[in-house]
C-alpha cells in the first residue's frame, strides 16, 4: 500500500480550486466586455493571484487611461470654461453642470409627488362618487402638468424603439432578399443610395404632412408626435440594418448553399436554419448601426418639430435663455450621450446572446 502525503494532498486540493476560479473568471470575462466593464477582469485575477504584475498593466490600460483622460477633460473643461463668453454668460463649468443636474433630479421628484397627489385626489373623489351611487359622474381626468425631466428621457427612449423596431422589420426582410436574389439586389440598390443620405429634417416636412392628414385626432393608441418622430427614425435608421443584411447574406459560405441544395430545403427552412444564423454577425452590426442613427435623428427631429422629448427640451430651455438655460443644455448632451452608449450596449449584449464568436 501507499501513503498519500496530506501536504500533496491539500495543494492539489488548492490548485483544483484556483482552475476553477480561473475558468469562472475567464467565462465572466467574456460579459464584463459586453458591458464595458473589461477592466474588472484583471482586477479579479490579481486578487486571485496570477501574475499581479501582468494584470496591474491590464488595470492601468482599461481603467487607470481612461480615467486619466476623463480628469484631464475635466480640468482642460473647468479652466477654459469660464473664458467664454455668451449672451447668456460664461459657459458653464463640470461644477455648474453637475449643480444643474442635481436641480433637474429635485424638480422630478417634486413633480412626480405633485402628480402622484393629484392622482390620488381624483381615485378620492372617484370613490365617493361611487359610494353615493353616481357611478355616471366618474371620470378619469388626465394629468396635464408639465413633464419632468426623466419622463422627458422615456418618451425618447420608447419612441426610437419603435422606430427602430419598425425600421428594423422593414430592412430585415428586404436585406434578405436583396443579398438571396441578384435581381432583387439590383432593384434594391438605386433605392438605399437615393434615400440613405436624406437628413432627417428633409423628412420631417413630409411625415408631418402625412401623419397629420391620415391621424384625425391624439385619441388613438399612438399621438400624432409620438408618430411623427418614430417614423422619422423609421425612414432615417432602416439603411445601414438594410445594407448590412444584404452583405451578410450574399456573404454565406458557398458550400452551405449548396448542401442546402442537396438536402433540397424549401425557402423558409434555407432561411431560419442557413441564412439568418450565417448572416446574424453583419445583421446586428446593422442592428447596432441603425440604433445610433435613430438615436441622433430622434434628437434633432424633435427639436425641429417641437415633439415631447430631450430634443424638445434642450430647444425650450434655447429659447428660455435664462441664466441656467446653457448648463441644462448641456446635461442634456451629456445625457444623450450616455444613453447613446447605454443603447448600443444593449445590442452589443444581445448579440452576444445569438451570435457566437472566437472567444464564446
Not at 6 to 15: F, H, V
Not at 109 to 117: D, F, L, M, N, T
Not at 220 to 236: E, H, N, P, R, Y
Request: hydrophobic share 50%.
Amino acid at each position: 500500500m501507499t501513503t498519500v502525503d496530506p501536504e500533496y494532498a491539500r495543494d492539489a486540493a488548492r490548485e483544483a480550486r484556483r482552475a476553477r476560479l480561473f475558468t469562472r473568471i475567464n467565462k465572466a470575462d467574456a460579459w464584463f466586455r459586453v458591458l464595458g466593464l473589461a477592466w474588472i477582469t484583471p482586477i479579479l485575477k490579481a486578487a486571485a493571484g496570477d501574475n499581479p504584475r501582468a494584470q496591474m498593466k491590464d488595470i492601468w490600460l482599461l481603467l487607470g487611461v481612461p480615467l486619466v483622460a476623463i480628469v484631464a477633460f475635466l480640468l482642460l473643461w473647468g479652466t477654459l470654461a469660464p473664458r467664454v463668453q455668451t449672451s447668456l454668460g460664461a459657459v458653464p463649468g463640470p461644477a455648474e453642470v453637475w449643480h444643474e443636474a442635481v436641480l433637474l433630479h429635485q424638480d422630478a421628484e417634486a413633480k412626480a409627488a405633485k402628480r402622484e397627489k393629484f392622482e390620488t385626489m381624483v381615485a378620492a373623489r372617484n370613490e365617493k362618487l361611487i359610494a353615493a351611487g353616481k357611478e355616471d359622474q366618474v371620470k378619469d381626468v388626465a394629468y396635464t402638468g408639465a413633464p419632468s425631466y426623466y419622463e422627458q428621457i422615456w418618451t425618447s427612449i420608447k419612441t426610437v424603439f419603435f422606430g427602430f423596431l419598425i425600421g428594423s422589420c422593414v430592412a430585415i426582410p428586404l436585406g434578405i432578399l436583396a443579398g438571396l436574389s441578384p435581381y432583387a439586389n439590383s432593384a434594391i440598390n438605386p433605392l438605399v443610395q437615393i434615400f440613405k443620405p436624406v437628413s432627417p429634417l428633409a423628412w420631417l416636412p413630409i411625415v408631418t404632412m402625412i401623419i397629420s392628414a391620415a391621424v384625425a385626432t391624439n385619441d388613438g393608441l399612438f399621438s400624432k408626435s409620438f408618430l411623427i418622430s418614430a417614423i422619422t427614425v423609421t425612414l432615417c435608421s432602416l439603411w445601414p440594418t438594410l445594407i448590412n443584411t444584404a452583405l451578410g447574406v450574399a456573404s454565406i459560405d458557398k458550400d452551405l448553399v449548396n448542401v442546402s441544395k442537396v438536402l433540397k430545403m424549401n425557402t423558409w427552412t434555407k432561411i431560419t436554419k442557413l441564412v439568418l444564423p450565417s448572416a446574424l454577425p453583419l445583421i446586428f452590426t446593422g442592428l447596432r448601426l441603425s440604433l445610433g442613427v435613430g438615436w441622433m435623428v430622434l434628437i434633432a427631429a424633435e427639436m425641429l418639430a417641437q415633439n415631447p422629448g430631450l430634443g424638445k427640451f434642450v430647444w425650450d430651455e434655447f429659447q428660455n435663455g435664462s441664466s441656467s438655460s446653457l448648463a441644462k443644455i448641456m446635461v442634456a448632451v451629456f445625457t444623450i450621450g450616455i444613453i447613446g452608449f447605454l443603447l448600443d450596449r444593449v445590442m452589443f449584449a444581445l448579440q452576444s446572446l445569438f451570435t457566437f464568436s472566437n472567444n464564446r
